[in-house]
């Protein structure tokens, strides 16, 4: 069998807040909006924009996260998978269709003055998550106080 692709990367805007439930079975679920923009050049050569709205699911650990620490407006970035659903509308009868990105992973790039404190998780990675990995404030002067010779370097 060929191999096949499933991934989705998506840089922009929620659109409102998210809507958290639990199944029955107690899974904690996030639905939220998520807005990206394109820029193209109509006939007249004016710029216009386009955007796009997709509908994103996140579910267990990234849905808590989501739920704590997302909000209208925060900016993320979201990598999943596309997933379309069906089932029967009760009152009309007919096939109704939903086209979802399923989030493996979230990371917030809005500042805490915007609402989210820029945390990053993956949900493939179980515990360990992509945490911001810059020093902390100081660190450049303890790494300027060190002493570095020529017996230090490995080759």
């Given at each position: 069998?060929?191999?096949?692709?499933?991934?989705?990367?998506?840089?922009?805007?929620?659109?409102k807040?998210?809507?958290i439930?639990?199944?029955?079975?107690?899974?904690?679920?996030?639905?939220?909006?998520?807005?990206?923009?394109?820029?193209?050049?109509?006939?007249?050569?004016?710029w216009?924009?386009?955007?796009?709205?997709?509908?994103?699911?996140?579910?267990?650990?990234?849905?808590?996260?989501?739920?704590?620490?997302?909000?209208?407006?925060?900016?993320?970035?979201?990598?999943?998978?596309?997933?379309?659903?069906?089932?029967?509308?009760?009152?009309?009868?007919?096939?109704?269709?939903?086209?979802?990105?399923?989030?493996?992973?979230?990371?917030?790039?809005?500042?805490?003055?915007e609402?989210?404190?820029?945390?990053?998780?993956?949900?493939s990675?179980?515990?360990?998550?992509?945490?911001?990995?810059?020093?902390?404030?100081?660190?450049?002067?303890?790494a300027?106080?060190?002493?570095i010779?020529?017996?230090?370097?490995?080759?």
């Amino acid at each position: 069998m060929a191999k096949s692709v499933n991934k989705v990367i998506l840089l922009g805007n929620v659109g409102k807040d998210p809507e958290i439930r639990s199944t029955p079975g107690g899974t904690m679920v996030a639905n939220f909006s998520l807005a990206t923009s394109d820029r193209q050049k109509d006939a007249q050569g004016n710029w216009q924009d386009r955007t796009e709205w997709h509908n994103l699911v996140a579910f267990t650990r990234l849905a808590e996260i989501v739920r704590d620490y997302v909000k209208k407006g925060s900016k993320l970035y979201i990598e999943g998978k596309i997933q379309t659903r069906s089932w029967d509308d009760k009152e009309s009868g007919q096939k109704r269709y939903r086209t979802e990105i399923i989030v493996n992973d979230l990371s917030l790039l809005s500042g805490r003055d915007e609402g989210s404190g820029g945390y990053s998780r993956s949900a493939s990675q179980g515990s360990s998550a992509n945490y911001d990995q810059r020093q902390p404030a100081g660190a450049d002067e303890v790494a300027q106080s060190a002493e570095i010779s020529d017996e230090d370097i490995p080759f």
